[in-house]
């Protein structure tokens, strides 16, 4: 069988059960909460310039891949960019036509400039249910604790509060490499 498939992938509906709350932020977005938060680390202003560079760091080594982190959680310190950013995740997995997600992040490293775990999870579930329930699409958030850092049994505590903001579960991310899961437990 030779040709392009002309079944419509976007429309079919799917379950994504590892999306990175702060892993896709629309460059617009990104352009903008900075401009907000005075941040002025990012590689490039010019729109079409982010967005390449963005994709580019998606094909190359680990470390170029979580550089992007840094850039998208630095303007992620506000309730109101938590929020706006939460939203427009869960409209941007509708528009793919996500019918389910679990939403994943680090609530600790969205603390930098004074907010507390719980007006984290608040803005982002804030943002996240009023989008889903305007785009018919159920989700969930997954509250992550960082292998590298000390506080995975408080962070988890904060999630096992936080059942009524959408959290769903509790889970480990950053570098596997010298941080094994039994330094959590």
Same mark, same amino acid.
């Given at each position: 069988?030779?040709?392009?498939?002309?079944?419509?992938?976007?429309?079919?509906?799917?379950?994504?059960?590892?999306?990175?709350?702060?892993?896709?932020?629309?460059?617009?977005?990104?352009?903008?909460?900075?401009?907000?938060?005075?941040?002025?680390?990012?590689?490039?202003?010019?729109? +079409?310039?982010?967005?390449?560079?963005?994709?580019?760091?998606?094909?190359?080594?680990?470390?170029?891949?979580?550089? +992007?982190?840094?850039?998208?959680?630095? $303007?992620?310190?506000?309730?109101?960019?938590?929020?706006?950013?939460?939203?427009?995740?869960?409209?941007?997995?509708?528009?793919?036509?996500?019918?389910?997600?679990?939403?994943?992040?680090?609530?600790?490293?969205?603390?930098?400039?004074?907010?507390?775990?719980?007006?984290?999870?608040?803005?982002?579930?804030?943002?996240?249910s009023a989008a889903a329930s305007?785009?018919?699409?159920?989700?969930?958030?997954?509250?992550? +604790?960082?292998?590298?850092?000390?506080?995975?049994?408080?962070?988890?505590?904060?999630?096992?509060?936080?059942?009524?903001?959408? $959290?769903?579960?509790?889970?480990?991310?950053?570098?596997?490499?010298?941080?094994?899961?039994?330094?959590?437990?």
């Open positions: 069988m030779t040709g392009r498939s002309t079944v419509d992938y976007r429309a079919m509906p799917k379950a994504v059960l590892h999306e990175h709350l702060d892993g896709g932020l629309r460059v617009e977005t990104l352009l903008d909460l900075a401009d907000q938060v005075g941040y002025r680390g990012l590689p490039t202003e010019d729109p +079409a310039a982010l967005g390449q560079w963005f994709h580019q760091g998606g094909s190359g080594s680990l470390e170029r891949y979580l550089e +992007a982190f840094t850039h998208t959680l630095a $303007v992620m310190q506000t309730s109101d960019g938590i929020r706006r950013v939460a939203a427009e995740a869960v409209e941007d997995l509708a528009d793919d036509g996500v019918i389910y997600a679990e939403i994943r992040f680090a609530p600790t490293i969205n603390t930098r400039h004074g907010l507390g775990h719980r007006e984290v999870l608040e803005a982002a579930w804030d943002g996240m305007i785009r018919g699409i159920e989700v969930g958030i997954i509250v992550t +604790a960082m292998r590298q850092e000390t506080d995975s049994a408080a962070v988890a505590e904060v999630a096992r509060h936080a059942r009524d903001l959408g $959290v769903i579960g509790f889970d480990l991310a950053g570098p596997e490499a010298g941080y094994p899961p039994d330094l959590h437990v």
